[in-house]
């Protein structure tokens, strides 16, 4: 017959440890290395194997970094594709694998929704609309032309191209609003300058920045700054995250207006993962919430700023 002392029996899921495969866009911004050790810490917290790649901005490294995710047969792979375009032949080669995938951050412009199961982020066109607002309301009572220079992310990157549209959707309420120069500075604080200087140099009357992210902002104030000019002053500044740094500057007036995008995603990630393997129902967009900082905001959250 049966032994008596059979030992208690275990689900499945306390006897292996679930093994996330995570593509990282890159370390270009405050933002990133916040949602890195966002993703990183929740992992940890949950208990999961989270196998790590930094793909430096380069979409080659993320396809490959994806194609050894599957060769190792994680669980689940969850990336931030660092453009919309161009992802359809990896997922598929997940989706043969049986492997789900995860979108966390940014989006993919692939027409088959089955290539991946959720896609957990923010609504990057609705912050450029409140940017564009906060604009707007600024500007109402403005007789004369305001002259707007824009600093985009990345090329091709779905918080560039959302940012953007949302931005000069709201403003074109005002012919008045016109942006005059607009290029891309790949989110970084290095390029944000260089970007800057360059438009500081082939415009003399610029009176609006509004810049993709803080660190592209943080940039151009040091080329601002060095052209003798006030940043939030001679030239109002409108920028996306709300990271420190970005909020420093902010309760030293010298960004006008911060809108928020919210980086610590690894909680919800480690949620989704947990329960796609559990074979529960997930919805297939999860937007994160975020609001907005004018100077006087900033100054009041700085002290209790996560990242
Ligand atoms: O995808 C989110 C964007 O990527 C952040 O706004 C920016 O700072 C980062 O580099």
Partial sequence: GQSQAQAPSQPASAEKKITLGFSQVGAESGWRTANTKSIQESAAAASIDLKFSDAQQKQENQIKAIRSFIQQKVDVIAFSPVVESGWDTVLKEAKDAGIPVVLTDRAVDSKDPSLYVTFLGSD???????????????????????????????????????????????????????????????????????????????????DVLYAHNDDMALGAIQAIESAGLKPG???????????????????????????????????????????????????????????????????????????
């Fill in 233 to 307: 002053v001679d030239i109002k500044i409108i920028s996306v995250d709300a990271v420190r740094d970005g909020m420093q500057a902010a309760s030293e007036g010298k960004i006008n207006f911060i809108v928020e995008c919210n980086p610590l995603l690894g909680p919800q990630l480690m949620e989704a993962v947990q329960n796609i393997l559990d074979k529960k129902d997930i919805p297939k967009r999860i937007v994160t919430k975020e609001g907005t900082f004018t100077s006087e905001q900033a100054k009041e959250a700085l002290p209790t700023r996560q990242y």
């Fill in 124 to 206: 990057f066109v609705e912050e450029g609309r409140k940017a564009g607002q906060w604009l707007v309301e600024q500007y109402k009572d403005a007789k004369d032309p305001v002259n707007i220079v824009e600093l985009q992310g990345t090329t091709g990157s779905a918080p560039a191209i959302d940012r953007k549209a949302g931005f000069e959707e709201v403003i074109a309420s005002n012919p008045n609003l016109k942006i005059i120069a607009s290029q891309t500075g790949d989110f970084t604080r290095a390029k944000g300058k260089e970007v800057m200087q360059a438009f500081l140099k082939a415009h003399k009357d610029i």
